[in-house]
């Protein structure tokens, strides 16, 4: 099993920063990719950055500039900081991670975290 834990969401107001992370733990091979997910009120979900191991990321356009995904791979471990916050960034982020698991060969597997809020607001 793998699990995900996020950290780093809260209130924050517009212009400030918050640095989310997302550990991930359990029966891992490798790791293939980690991303970072929103979703807000009324909206679908949506891709806001990925990373692919060893490297390479890809932003949302809407974030582009502003945000940086990164990671640590020794330790499962991706991060976004997020600068320059604005209140559409509004949303609840998931970490997602895509591994490869000990005992399953070289079949990929996503895992979901269960979400952080980022709420920017004055």
């Known amino acids: 099993q793998v699990q995900l834990v996020e950290s780093g969401g809260g209130l924050v107001q517009p212009g400030g920063s918050l640095r989310l992370s997302c550990v991930a733990s359990?029966?891992?091979?490798?790791?293939?990719?980690m991303a970072w997910y929103r979703q807000a009120p009324g909206k679908q979900r949506e891709l806001v950055a990925s990373?692919?191991?060893?490297?390479?990321?890809n932003y949302a356009d809407s974030v582009k500039g502003r945000f940086a995904i990164s990671g640590d791979n020794a330790k499962n471990t991706v991060y976004m900081q997020m600068n320059s916050l604005k209140p559409e960034d509004t949303a609840d982020y998931y970490c997602n991670v895509r591994v490869l698991r000990l005992g399953y060969g070289s079949v990929p597997y996503s895992y979901w975290g269960k979400g952080t809020q980022v709420t920017v607001s004055s």
């Open positions: 359990g029966s891992i091979s490798s790791i293939n990719s």
């Open positions: 990373i692919l191991y060893p490297g390479g990321t």
